[in-house]
């Protein structure tokens, strides 16, 4: 009597043959509709475009087919080869990991999280790629949102303190390499304490919010402004060839804020004491040019406030 061979497969589960797996891989291709799922030959042309490609970057396959994948990259990624690397990668790891913004039909940009592979027949040789990708762009714009607003004031709306040290150390560097001088103003608002006494802390917050606005009417593109703390603020005003380039600038500011503010009805009066620095005549990190535009400006607060004076070496030695 024959018998039947025993099968290979462990009990209760079933055997798939090759054509069941094709068929199983070509449902999930059409069916994959979250993410782009792409193949490529050696050359980096399209040959397969899923319905989740479709979806994502908005080209239907018959309109990709045999064209070269790098229209769905960006123009920097292309002049900087980065189709290129990432084959190269792929070839050489196993894996290329894909995290970066790609360009839709439309050719607005989106944040892609994904991987190209390498596709190798049954005697380990190279026939194409396999990228697989993830619009993010939702969950990348909340984070950057997220670093934006630790570097924002959020009561103004200005770069904090962090945000300054940073473009502090950008623009200085930016200075010595152009053989330029950098100035910066620390500047406090003038009677700032008795109008919170006075009248609270909205209309305090409410003047700080409109001298924020002043301020930016009266600073270049190029200048970067930014709440340090409490009433302070500061000024980095860049491409300066000689210290009292800063003058004009200082003299806009104590005019701007010399007008009187009205909050809810109320006239506030205010002004503005400034003191001034230069990177890198009088120091070359923040700490010390902090330190000497507040001399500077402690010296204008002696004099009544509404005003600006520049830091000298004989207010160091003063104060020393």
């Not at 290129?84 to 940009?109: F, I, K, M, P, V």
Request: net charge negative; no cysteine.
């Amino acid at each position: 009597m024959p018998t039947t061979p025993p099968s290979s497969a462990p009990p209760g589960r079933k055997r798939y043959l090759a054509k069941d797996n094709q068929s199983l891989l070509d449902a999930i291709f059409a069916s994959a509709t979250d993410y782009a799922i792409i193949t490529m030959d050696l050359e980096m042309n399209i040959v397969s475009w899923n319905a989740g490609a479709e979806f994502v970057f908005g080209y239907k396959a018959d309109e990709v087919l045999g064209l070269s994948a790098e229209l769905i990259f960006t123009p920097e990624d292309r002049a900087d080869r980065v189709p290129q690397h990432e084959a190269r990668a792929a070839r050489e790891t196993g894996r290329s990991n894909d995290y970066r913004w790609h360009l839709r039909r439309d050719q607005s940009r989106f944040w892609a999280d994904g991987a190209l592979t390498p596709i190798r027949d049954e005697h380990g040789t190279l026939t194409g790629y396999l990228k697989i990708l993830h619009d993010i762009s939702d969950k990348k714009r909340a984070e950057l949102d997220l670093l934006r607003q630790a570097k924002r004031d959020a009561l103004t709306g200005l770069p904090n303190r962090s945000a300054f040290n940073a473009r502090l150390r950008e623009l200085s560097a930016a200075a010595l390499r152009n053989h330029q001088s950098l100035i910066l103003m620390l500047l406090d608002l003038d009677k700032f304490k008795l109008v919170n006494d006075r009248w609270g802390h909205d209309v305090g917050d409410a003047l700080l919010r409109q001298a924020t606005e002043r301020m930016r009417g009266a600073i270049r593109d190029t200048d970067f402004l930014a709440r340090i703390g409490g009433d302070e603020f500061v000024v980095l005003q860049p491409h300066v060839h000689a210290p009292h380039d800063g003058a004009p600038l200082a003299d806009k500011l104590v005019a701007a804020l010399a007008v009187p503010f009205q909050i809810d009805g109320t006239e506030v009066a205010s002004g503005a004491s400034i003191g001034l620095t230069v990177f890198p005549l009088d120091g070359d990190n923040a700490d010390q040019l902090l330190k000497n535009a507040d001399l500077a400006m402690y010296e204008v607060k002696k004099q009544g406030g509404n005003g600006y004076h520049y830091f000298t070496e004989q207010l160091a030695r003063i104060f020393h």
